[in-house]
């Protein structure tokens, strides 16, 4: 639900919606569900361009992923976490040029996988 809010642009809505996940799944000790939202929910801190919050948030997804070793989701992950980080760096006028650097990014993870 919360990433159907950011698909539409609603971020503060997502971030509500994504936030009362994060609390249900960590009160259910759900940790693969709880790294999903923590994903998601560095996508709209992101989108919001709050960039402390989406590494934050990123960071911890990406240590949840590998504690529960769901390395096709994990790969998602890292793909966020490549977002957030060429953000950061490139600031929010260099968009595509992120875009490139994440293609890059991709090209080297599909190659690490075969």
């Known amino acids: 639900m919360g990433e159907a809010h950011l698909r539409t642009h609603d971020t503060e809505k997502a971030i509500e919606v994504l936030l009362r996940a994060e609390?249900?799944?960590?009160?259910?000790?759900?940790?693969?569900h709880l790294a999903d939202v923590k994903r998601a929910l560095a996508k709209?801190?992101?989108e919001r361009g709050d960039l402390k919050a989406a590494r934050d948030s990123i960071k911890r997804s990406v240590d949840l992923f590998g504690q529960v070793r769901s390395k096709p989701i994990w790969r998602f992950a890292l793909r966020t976490l490549?977002?957030?980080?060429?953000?950061?760096?490139?600031?929010?006028r260099s968009r595509g040029e992120s875009?490139?650097?994440?293609?890059?990014?991709?090209?080297?993870?599909?190659?690490?996988?075969?």
């Open 82 to 92: 490549g977002e957030v980080t060429g953000r950061r760096r490139l600031g929010r």
């Open 23 to 32: 609390q249900l799944c960590d009160d259910l000790g759900d940790k693969l």
């Open 44 to 46: 709209a801190y992101l």
């Open 99 to 114: 875009r490139r650097l994440l293609h890059a990014f991709d090209r080297h993870l599909q190659g690490n996988r075969q």
